[in-house]
Structure formats: C-alpha cells, structure tokens
C-alpha cells in the first residue's frame, strides 16, 4: 500500500533485481509514436529522389538482403539518412540538457553561442587547410566548450541566473558570427564556398565519415546520459527547492551542460550548425509528454524525426536545386524563437501587473 500511494501519477515502477526505475506511461507511448513516425520517415527519404525506389526493395537493403537497388539505396541515400538521424538526435539531446540547466526554454546551443563556437573553430580551420575529417570533430567540439565557457564565466554572478545566461550567450553568438564571418572572408574562393554552405547546416556529401565519430561519441556518452535522465530531475527545480532536496546544483549543472555542449559541438562538425533543432525538439517532447523536466529520449526522436523530414523537403521540394537542411529548420525554428520571446514577454507583463 505505502509503495502505491508513493508512486507518482502517471507512472508505473520496473523492478529489476534489487533496483526499481520509475516509468512515465504517457512518454513510453510518445516515444514508441516518435520511432514509428520515423520508421516511416526513414524509408520515404530511402524511396523519394531522382529515381524512385519500391518500399519493398529499401526494406531489402535494410536487412542485407539482395536487391537490384543495392547501390542507390544502401550507397547513396543510406549514408546520408544515416547522418541526418544521428545529427538530429545529438541536437535534440543537446538542447534538452542545456534548456534544463538554464531552466529557459530559450537557452539553446545555437541560441547562446556553443553551435557559434563550433562553427567558428571549424570554419577556422579550414581557412588555414585543416581538412580532415578525423580532425574536424575535435576542433569543433575544442570552438563549442571554449564557447560554453565563457558564457558560463560571464554569466556566472554568484550563481547561474537563467535571463542573464541566455543574453550573455546571444552577445557572444553575435560575436563568434562576426568571427566566422572574418575567417569565411580570409580563406580561398573553394574554401568559402564549402564554409557558407557548411554554416547553413547541409546534409548534401555527408556519409559515414562524418556519422562515425558522431556514432562513437553518442555510444560514449550513453552512460552519463542515463545519469543525466536522473540528476536533470533535480536540477529542474529552483535553486532553495533543489538544495533543499539535496541536489549538487553547481556539479549537476555542470555536468549536464558539457554534455549537452559536446553532442552539440560533434553534430555540428559532422552537418554544421542545423539552427532551430535544439531549440524546437525538447520543447515539443515536453509538450506531448506533459513532464515536469524535459524527457532526453523523445527529445532525441524529435530531433532525428525533424532533421530527416527536413533534409527530405530540402532534396525533393525544389528539385533538381538541392538546398542545405538548415533553411527548412530555419523557415520553423525562427517564428518558434520569436513566439517564444514573445510569450514570456506577455507573460511577465502579466505577472508584474
């Protein structure tokens, strides 16, 4: 009877052993909505492009089976889809865990200068011929955590108050942008071009080199993200109510914000900064899961399910002119961000008079 009346609405206990895990019913049911929308998701963007492909065949592919469209689509699309999915999990992951700590539903990566950092570092290096794409990751997430960090420093008034988190990192997005800017204008005629697309946020000749390290990163962090799941509970809260419930504020904080910072900073050296998909994802997943704190995993689906249903109108809606994935991810994400500085402006008003 006692373990009943303790358990919260909405949830069911998993007991395993010796430990138990609270289960929210509702974000099982969204989560399990997100991967079928995304299994279908997955195989239109396999079927659609310059030739069509049966269902049939791509599900062939998929399971290693032969087919006469082996090569376009386990070659030519797959590769690229591949990308796209890891891409849009590690930004919706990211925006999760840094909206959490900034406790504003503003405060995303590309919002307060970590994507702005990566791609500066990035851009910075190619300008002066570092290429590599075994290089690149490291240099981007070096630019996205040199970012972080000084908005924290700068930010940081005996505590982290989430307003001044959030202007401090606009400023520096404004001044990392100036500084791509200076380096997209430094470089060579071919280096340029590849920089200004790159910095729209583009799917177009990314495969497996690119997806790899992202993969190996993501599979790394699988441990501290089943943490993170736990301590961004706590860290939800307001700072008397978390303390008073025995929160480590400043190393959960911490914590979650590197973690958020490096699967922000190794999407965007593997696609560029695609803007608005940290800032949408999450708060989507809330909304349709109705949890106090922002669920990681439907975050991540959300994410994966966004950038590959952009990449697909990006391929096809124009055809054949193929356009970067982050202008569809802008055409939404942009009216979001401006309903949102508006809403909590109305808000304030409200509350102040």
Not at 254 to 277: E, H, I, K, N, Y
Not at 310 to 326: C, K, M, N
Request: proline share 5%; charged share 10%; hydrophobic share 55%.
């Amino acid at each position: 009877m006692t373990r009943t009346m303790l358990r919260p609405p909405g949830h069911t206990v998993l007991r395993a052993r010796r430990s138990s895990f609270l289960l929210h019913r509702r974000s099982l049911l969204v989560a399990v909505v997100l991967t079928a929308l995304l299994a279908a998701t997955v195989v239109a963007s396999l079927c659609i492009g310059e030739s069509f492909v049966a269902p049939g065949e791509v599900v062939r592919v998929l399971l290693g089976l032969p087919s006469p469209d082996e090569l376009v689509v386990g070659t030519l699309r797959l590769p690229r889809l591949v990308t796209g999915l890891l891409v849009g999990a590690a930004f919706g992951v990211s925006g999760a865990l840094i909206q959490t700590v900034a406790r504003n539903p503003l405060a995303s990566p590309d919002v307060i200068g970590v994507t702005h950092g990566a791609g500066a570092a990035t851009v910075a290096a190619m300008t002066f011929g570092i290429t590599s794409y075994a290089v690149l990751p490291y240099v981007s997430v070096g630019g996205g955590l040199a970012a972080a960090l000084l908005v924290y420093l700068l930010a940081w008034r005996r505590g982290l108050h989430a307003a001044r988190f959030v202007l401090v990192g606009i400023g520096i997005s404004v001044a990392l942008g100036s500084l791509t800017r200076l380096f997209v204008t430094k470089g060579d005629y071919l280096v340029a071009q590849q920089a200004k697309v790159w910095l729209t946020g583009s799917l177009n000749g990314r495969g497996y080199d690119q997806a790899a390290p992202l993969a190996t990163v993501l599979l790394l962090l699988v441990p501290f993200l089943l943490w993170a799941a736990r301590a961004q509970r706590g860290v939800a809260f307001d700072n008397d109510t978390a303390t008073a419930l025995g929160t480590r504020l400043d190393r959960d904080r911490l914590g979650l914000g590197a973690l958020g910072v490096v699967s922000a900073s190794m999407a965007t050296a593997a696609a560029g900064p695609v803007d608005f998909v940290a800032l949408l994802a999450p708060q989507i997943a809330r909304r349709l899961t109705r949890t106090p704190h922002i669920p990681l995993l439907c975050s991540a689906l959300m994410g994966a399910l966004i950038v590959t249903v952009a990449d697909l109108l990006a391929r096809r809606l124009f055809s054949p002119t193929e356009l970067p994935v982050g202008v569809f991810t802008a055409l939404v994400g942009a009216p979001y961000l401006m309903w949102l500085i508006v809403s909590s402006r109305s808000s304030r008003s409200g509350g102040t008079a």
